[in-house]
């Protein structure tokens, strides 16, 4: 099934340059949410957002910006890559408060040169 | 719970052997926590859960136990198999918004 999809799945960039991960869920789930995975760190959430046009940061959200205009879709954007933000992306979403479970989709792996 | 380093700690079992995952958290006032499981190339995979008012949930194979006096979580994957091996993730959901936050994970590798 469908359900949470992210693209792209690779991206390889340079310093300086916008970049924008996107992310479609299928469920109409409330929430989504974007994380960061670095290698022996677990997820650290960047951003997050409750339902369309209400979103927040999270615990790493600097040099990040988020839009939430459609429920189905949560674009993270990076305005000027910087090599520290070289990382796995997740996106993730989960329905109305009472289901909790949050479902991840493939993440997209980014290089900044 | 947060990251602590490089280096995730590495349970190693034979196959057919149990398995025991442990993981502290941080928040006393978390209502609710999950495991994950990922497979290396893939996204957090849902494993179980549990809400803070159980202090053990019992699934196919697997086991969560809930120690809300220490702050202690725990994963017992029964009968462990080749496809297991992954690195398992818990998180716990703070009082507050539906935000989780997530251990720094446990390499779990299963010898044939």
């Known amino acids: 099934d469908a359900g949470i999809t992210q693209s792209p799945r690779y991206k390889i960039t340079e310093t300086g340059r916008q970049v924008t991960l996107m992310c479609h869920q299928t469920?109409?789930?409330?929430?989504m949410f974007w994380y960061r995975q670095d290698l022996g760190h677990g997820l650290r959430l960047i951003y997050y957002?409750?339902?369309?046009?209400?979103?927040d940061k999270g615990e790493v959200p600097d040099g990040y910006v988020v839009s939430r205009s459609k429920t189905e879709n949560f674009p993270l954007t990076l305005e000027s890559a910087t090599r520290s933000q070289t990382s796995v992306y997740f996106c993730?979403?989960?329905?109305?408060?009472?289901?909790?479970?949050?479902?991840f989709g493939p993440g997209t792996r980014l290089l900044v040169l | 719970g947060e990251s602590v380093g490089l280096h995730l700690p590495t349970l190693s079992v034979q196959e057919g052997d149990n398995s025991i995952i442990n993981c502290a958290y941080s928040?006393?006032?978390?209502?609710?926590f999950i495991w994950y499981k990922q497979e290396s190339g893939k996204g957090p995979q849902f494993i179980i859960d549990?809400?803070?008012?159980?202090d053990k949930r019992q699934g196919q194979r697997v086991t969560v136990l809930l120690n809300k006096t220490v702050k202690h979580l725990s994963l017992q994957i029964a009968a462990t198999q080749p496809g297991d091996s992954a690195v398992y993730f818990c998180?716990?959901?703070?009082?507050?918004?539906?935000?989780?936050?997530f251990g720094a994970g446990t390499i779990l590798r299963v010898k044939s």
């Open positions: 957002s409750a339902a369309a046009d209400i979103t």
């Open positions: 469920w109409s789930h409330s929430y």
């Open positions: 998180a716990e959901r703070h009082p507050y918004g539906n935000k989780l936050v």
């Open positions: 549990i809400r803070s008012n159980m």
């Open positions: 993730a979403s989960t329905g109305l408060a009472g289901e909790e479970t949050q479902y």
């Open positions: 928040n006393s006032a978390s209502d609710y």
